[in-house]
């Protein structure tokens, strides 16, 4: 597959990037040029997620997740689950790609079974738009954040759900659960990020907890979204006051570095590299970056999209699962 024009090889890096010009773009990490340009004329793109055999990209939309199947040249799309009647927010999936999640403004987080073709998708509803959605390690407990500002970790085994409501009122934007699957993190309206110890959850019979254990104003503005390192060393958080903040994750979250760029304009979303040496993130001036961790210092830019970059997806290492 990797001789093919456009297609990408089992062993190459994948990169992706979407956003409100209605594109999905695939680049080459190393030269900063677009290998391919995937059209999404519908709508926006709210958020794109690879799968973790690195065949599909998946793309979250208005009523749709479209699924391009990234070992050919075609340029269309191969699946396509609808039945949401609003955006989808979030997309994810099980890590042997049995099943894939997602959750979308109409309150709802649906499980879709992947093995099957019919879209009768088993769901929980938490009566608010669904902002984020995050599976724990453990690969049976979703965690979900609402506009509403409460976080449901629902059990998909006894399709039990416990509630927390970490700051009343404010909408919690974004989750994050880290690869040990010891903290979880959440960001907010008001730029606050929450941090819980989780406990359990790692055999059948033990039930996950979650306990507070640090809370902090990580941006002046709206917090867009945390992401964990791979080494679980670092957490970063992206905001609409124009910077991406890199917190120690071993050291009681302080701040370790502030990614600012000239330009001025939202940070959307980011990425590590499987390495946690180097961040990519994705800006309102329609132009994604990497970023050098340990310096703050920009390594490239990817200059292509008419808009702004809302939603990135990076994979540079396969995951045996």
């Not at 089992?10 to 995937?38: E, M, P, R, V």
């Not at 997740?65 to 040249?73: A, E, G, N, S, W």
């Not at 994810?92 to 997602?102: D, I, L, P, Q």
């Not at 359990?200 to 979650?210: A, L, N, P, V």
Request: proline share 3%; aromatic share 10%; glycine share 6%.
């Amino acid at each position: 597959m990797s001789g093919e024009a456009g297609a990408i090889g089992s062993d190459q890096i994948i990169f992706a990037t979407g956003g409100y010009d209605h594109t999905i773009k695939l680049w080459q990490t190393h030269t900063g040029n677009c290998q391919k340009t995937l059209q999404h004329a519908e709508s926006q793109v709210n958020m794109l997620e690879i799968t973790p055999d690195r065949r599909y990209l998946a793309a979250a939309s208005y009523q749709h997740i479209r699924m391009f199947d990234l070992t050919t040249t075609n340029q269309n799309h191969d699946f396509n689950y609808e039945g949401v009647p609003k955006n989808v927010t979030a997309v994810g999936f099980e890590k042997n790609t049995k099943w894939m999640y997602s959750g979308g403004e109409d309150g709802k987080v649906r499980i879709w079974d992947l093995r099957e073709t019919t879209n009768n998708p088993h769901h929980y509803e938490v009566f608010a738009p669904v902002t984020c959605v995050q599976l724990h390690p453990n690969q049976s407990e979703v965690f979900i954040g609402d506009q509403n500002g409460t976080i449901h970790m629902w059990d998909m085994k006894t399709d039990n759900a416990d509630q927390y409501i970490p700051d009343l009122d404010n909408m919690i934007i974004d989750l994050a659960i880290n690869p040990d699957g010891t903290h979880l993190a959440a960001v907010n309206s008001k730029g606050r990020c929450f941090i819980w110890s989780i406990s359990g959850g790692c055999k059948s019979e033990e039930r996950t907890t979650i306990l507070p254990k640090n809370k902090f104003e990580a941006h002046p503005r709206q917090a867009l979204k945390c992401k964990f390192s791979p080494d679980s060393n670092y957490l970063v958080t992206t905001s609409s006051d124009q910077t991406a903040k890199i917190w120690d994750a071993k050291n009681n979250f302080k701040l370790i570095k502030e990614l600012k760029h000239n330009n001025k304009r939202w940070v959307w979303d980011a990425a590590f590299s499987s390495d946690s040496q180097y961040l990519f993130t994705g800006s309102s001036d329609n132009i994604a970056r990497l970023w050098n961790v340990k310096d703050g210092t920009i390594e490239r830019e990817y200059v292509g999209h008419q808009k702004a970059i809302t939603t990135i997806a990076f994979r540079d290492v396969f995951v045996p699962a």
